[in-house]
Protein backbone atom coordinates (compact mmCIF):
# COMPACT_ATOMS: atom_id res chain seq x y z
CA UNK A 1 0.00 0.00 0.00
CA UNK A 2 0.78 3.37 -0.24
CA UNK A 3 3.70 4.67 2.45
CA UNK A 4 3.33 8.81 3.07
CA UNK A 5 6.24 10.32 5.46
CA UNK A 6 6.14 13.61 6.45
CA UNK A 7 9.06 16.02 8.01
CA UNK A 8 9.89 18.21 10.23
CA UNK A 9 7.72 16.70 13.29
CA UNK A 10 8.21 19.59 14.75
CA UNK A 11 8.42 22.95 13.84
CA UNK A 12 8.43 26.56 15.55
CA UNK A 13 8.55 29.67 13.82
CA UNK A 14 8.65 33.40 14.93
CA UNK A 15 5.03 35.17 13.79
CA UNK A 16 5.22 36.34 10.35
CA UNK A 17 8.00 34.33 9.07
CA UNK A 18 7.09 31.29 6.73
CA UNK A 19 6.42 27.47 7.56
CA UNK A 20 7.50 24.78 5.04
CA UNK A 21 6.22 20.99 5.50
CA UNK A 22 7.04 18.30 3.12
CA UNK A 23 5.80 15.16 2.44
CA UNK A 24 6.82 11.96 0.16
CA UNK A 25 4.67 9.13 -1.37
CA UNK A 26 5.44 6.08 -2.74
CA UNK A 27 2.76 4.77 -5.02
CA UNK A 28 2.78 6.82 -8.50
CA UNK A 29 -1.26 5.93 -8.46
CA UNK A 30 -1.13 8.22 -5.71
CA UNK A 31 -3.34 11.47 -7.62
CA UNK A 32 -5.11 13.13 -4.59
CA UNK A 33 -2.95 14.85 -1.70
CA UNK A 34 -4.97 16.60 0.77
CA UNK A 35 -3.33 18.87 3.80
CA UNK A 36 -5.26 18.72 7.77
CA UNK A 37 -4.89 20.92 10.55
CA UNK A 38 -5.63 19.37 13.84
CA UNK A 39 -6.02 21.69 16.83
CA UNK A 40 -5.64 19.85 20.17
CA UNK A 41 -8.60 17.61 21.30
CA UNK A 42 -10.29 18.72 18.19
CA UNK A 43 -10.93 16.83 14.84
CA UNK A 44 -8.58 17.44 11.40
CA UNK A 45 -9.86 19.94 9.15
CA UNK A 46 -9.36 20.04 5.37
CA UNK A 47 -7.40 23.23 5.29
CA UNK A 48 -6.19 22.91 1.06
CA UNK A 49 -5.78 19.91 -1.52
CA UNK A 50 -4.20 19.51 -4.84
CA UNK A 51 -4.44 17.17 -7.66
CA UNK A 52 -2.01 15.68 -9.34
CA UNK A 53 -3.23 17.46 -12.60
CA UNK A 54 -1.54 20.74 -11.22
CA UNK A 55 1.84 21.35 -9.46
CA UNK A 56 0.77 24.21 -7.49
CA UNK A 57 -2.88 25.56 -5.57
CA UNK A 58 -2.79 28.97 -3.08
CA UNK A 59 -5.70 29.75 -1.34
CA UNK A 60 -4.71 33.18 1.25
CA UNK A 61 -1.76 32.54 2.38
CA UNK A 62 -1.21 28.58 2.35
CA UNK A 63 0.62 27.04 -0.61
CA UNK A 64 0.58 23.35 -1.91
CA UNK A 65 3.08 22.06 -3.99
CA UNK A 66 3.25 18.91 -6.03
CA UNK A 67 6.17 17.24 -7.92
CA UNK A 68 5.01 13.86 -9.08
CA UNK A 69 8.27 13.27 -10.67
CA UNK A 70 10.34 13.30 -7.28
CA UNK A 71 6.80 11.96 -5.70
CA UNK A 72 6.89 14.94 -3.06
CA UNK A 73 4.37 17.53 -2.12
CA UNK A 74 4.97 20.13 0.28
CA UNK A 75 2.54 22.59 2.47
CA UNK A 76 3.93 26.38 2.47
CA UNK A 77 2.19 28.61 5.18
CA UNK A 78 3.35 32.49 4.74
CA UNK A 79 2.66 35.19 7.33
CA UNK A 80 2.39 32.79 10.18
CA UNK A 81 0.23 33.61 12.91
CA UNK A 82 -0.38 32.56 16.62
CA UNK A 83 -3.80 30.49 15.46
CA UNK A 84 -1.46 28.58 12.58
CA UNK A 85 -0.21 26.62 15.55
CA UNK A 86 -1.16 22.58 15.77
CA UNK A 87 -0.55 19.66 14.29
CA UNK A 88 -0.42 20.08 10.27
CA UNK A 89 -1.12 15.88 8.58
CA UNK A 90 -0.64 15.28 5.13
CA UNK A 91 -2.42 12.43 3.31
CA UNK A 92 -2.07 10.79 -0.74
CA UNK A 93 -4.81 8.61 -1.99
CA UNK A 94 -5.61 7.64 -5.50
CA UNK A 95 -9.25 8.97 -6.54
CA UNK A 96 -11.61 6.28 -6.74
CA UNK A 97 -9.75 3.98 -4.08
CA UNK A 98 -10.63 7.24 -1.70
CA UNK A 99 -8.79 5.83 1.27
CA UNK A 100 -6.58 8.31 3.02
CA UNK A 101 -3.15 7.14 3.88
CA UNK A 102 -1.48 9.97 5.98
CA UNK A 103 1.74 11.43 6.68
CA UNK A 104 2.81 11.43 10.68
CA UNK A 105 2.02 14.76 11.19
CA UNK A 106 3.98 17.67 11.90
CA UNK A 107 3.67 19.83 14.99
CA UNK A 108 3.71 24.07 14.23
CA UNK A 109 4.60 26.23 17.00
CA UNK A 110 4.51 29.62 16.14
CA UNK A 111 5.51 32.05 18.70
CA UNK A 112 4.35 35.67 18.51
CA UNK B 1 -20.65 21.43 12.65
CA UNK B 2 -18.98 19.32 10.04
CA UNK B 3 -22.31 17.13 9.48
CA UNK B 4 -20.37 14.16 10.52
CA UNK B 5 -21.89 12.98 13.88
CA UNK B 6 -20.43 10.64 16.52
CA UNK B 7 -21.48 9.65 19.78
CA UNK B 8 -20.12 9.32 23.09
CA UNK B 9 -17.97 12.49 22.83
CA UNK B 10 -16.48 10.36 25.87
CA UNK B 11 -16.24 7.02 27.10
CA UNK B 12 -14.45 5.95 30.28
CA UNK B 13 -14.33 1.97 30.95
CA UNK B 14 -12.24 -0.87 32.10
CA UNK B 15 -10.17 -3.35 30.98
CA UNK B 16 -11.72 -6.24 28.69
CA UNK B 17 -14.85 -4.44 28.50
CA UNK B 18 -17.11 -4.18 24.95
CA UNK B 19 -17.73 -0.81 23.59
CA UNK B 20 -19.72 0.63 20.43
CA UNK B 21 -18.97 3.76 19.04
CA UNK B 22 -21.37 5.21 16.77
CA UNK B 23 -21.16 7.15 13.53
CA UNK B 24 -23.64 8.84 10.62
CA UNK B 25 -22.05 10.21 7.96
CA UNK B 26 -22.75 13.45 6.45
CA UNK B 27 -26.03 13.15 4.36
CA UNK B 28 -25.45 12.24 0.99
CA UNK B 29 -22.26 10.26 1.61
CA UNK B 30 -22.23 6.39 1.24
CA UNK B 31 -18.45 5.96 3.01
CA UNK B 32 -17.60 5.82 6.47
CA UNK B 33 -13.87 5.35 7.24
CA UNK B 34 -12.78 5.06 11.05
CA UNK B 35 -8.83 5.93 12.19
CA UNK B 36 -7.97 5.72 16.17
CA UNK B 37 -5.22 8.21 17.17
CA UNK B 38 -3.06 7.55 19.97
CA UNK B 39 -1.68 10.06 22.75
CA UNK B 40 0.47 12.59 20.24
CA UNK B 41 0.62 9.82 17.19
CA UNK B 42 -1.05 10.13 13.56
CA UNK B 43 -3.91 8.79 12.42
CA UNK B 44 -3.77 4.90 11.75
CA UNK B 45 -6.42 3.87 9.43
CA UNK B 46 -8.48 1.06 10.47
CA UNK B 47 -11.50 0.26 8.23
CA UNK B 48 -13.50 1.50 5.54
CA UNK B 49 -17.05 0.98 4.50
CA UNK B 50 -19.43 1.50 1.31
CA UNK B 51 -22.55 1.53 1.01
CA UNK B 52 -22.63 -1.02 3.93
CA UNK B 53 -19.91 -2.99 2.76
CA UNK B 54 -16.73 -3.21 3.72
CA UNK B 55 -14.24 -1.57 1.28
CA UNK B 56 -11.02 -1.61 2.67
CA UNK B 57 -8.95 -2.61 6.05
CA UNK B 58 -5.99 -1.32 7.52
CA UNK B 59 -4.59 -1.71 10.94
CA UNK B 60 -7.70 -2.85 12.41
CA UNK B 61 -7.03 -5.67 15.72
CA UNK B 62 -8.97 -8.98 15.47
CA UNK B 63 -11.05 -7.41 18.96
CA UNK B 64 -12.09 -4.87 16.88
CA UNK B 65 -15.19 -5.24 14.26
CA UNK B 66 -17.52 -2.54 12.45
CA UNK B 67 -20.62 -2.73 10.30
CA UNK B 68 -22.69 0.01 8.15
CA UNK B 69 -26.20 -0.68 8.41
CA UNK B 70 -28.41 0.26 5.79
CA UNK B 71 -29.28 3.64 7.37
CA UNK B 72 -25.31 4.27 6.52
CA UNK B 73 -24.53 5.12 9.75
CA UNK B 74 -21.82 2.66 11.14
CA UNK B 75 -20.76 0.92 14.40
CA UNK B 76 -16.98 0.32 15.43
CA UNK B 77 -16.97 -2.68 18.07
CA UNK B 78 -14.39 -2.98 20.60
CA UNK B 79 -13.77 -5.78 22.73
CA UNK B 80 -11.43 -7.03 25.34
CA UNK B 81 -10.07 -3.95 26.11
CA UNK B 82 -6.35 -3.01 26.81
CA UNK B 83 -5.24 0.19 28.64
CA UNK B 84 -3.21 0.76 25.05
CA UNK B 85 -6.59 1.11 23.15
CA UNK B 86 -6.94 4.41 24.77
CA UNK B 87 -7.71 6.96 22.03
CA UNK B 88 -9.67 9.22 20.12
CA UNK B 89 -11.49 7.18 17.11
CA UNK B 90 -12.77 9.24 14.91
CA UNK B 91 -14.63 8.45 11.59
CA UNK B 92 -15.36 9.99 8.71
CA UNK B 93 -16.87 10.13 5.18
CA UNK B 94 -16.14 11.68 1.83
CA UNK B 95 -17.17 13.54 -0.89
CA UNK B 96 -15.36 13.88 -4.13
CA UNK B 97 -15.80 17.26 -3.95
CA UNK B 98 -14.29 18.11 -0.86
CA UNK B 99 -12.45 15.22 0.45
CA UNK B 100 -12.63 13.76 3.77
CA UNK B 101 -14.98 15.22 6.39
CA UNK B 102 -14.40 14.01 10.16
CA UNK B 103 -16.51 13.86 13.02
CA UNK B 104 -15.60 15.11 16.37
CA UNK B 105 -14.17 11.99 17.20
CA UNK B 106 -14.65 9.80 20.49
CA UNK B 107 -12.25 9.81 23.55
CA UNK B 108 -12.02 6.29 24.78
CA UNK B 109 -10.24 6.15 27.61
CA UNK B 110 -9.16 2.18 28.94
CA UNK B 111 -8.46 2.03 33.20
Known amino acids: GENVEQHPSTLSVQEGDSAVIKCTYS??????FPWYKQELGKRPQLIID?????GEKKDQRIAVTLNKTAKHFSLHITETQPEDSAVYFC???????????FGTGTRLTVIP | DSGVTQTPKHLITATGQRVTLRCSPR?????VYWYQQSLDQGLQFLIQ???????AKGNILERFSAQQFPDLHSELNLSSLELGDSALYFC??????????FGSGTRLTVV
Open chain 1, 91 to 101: AASMTGANNLF
Open chain 1, 27 to 32: DSASNY
Open chain 1, 50 to 54: IRSNV
Open chain 2, 27 to 31: SGDLS
Open chain 2, 49 to 55: YYNGEER
Open chain 2, 92 to 101: ASDDRAYGYT
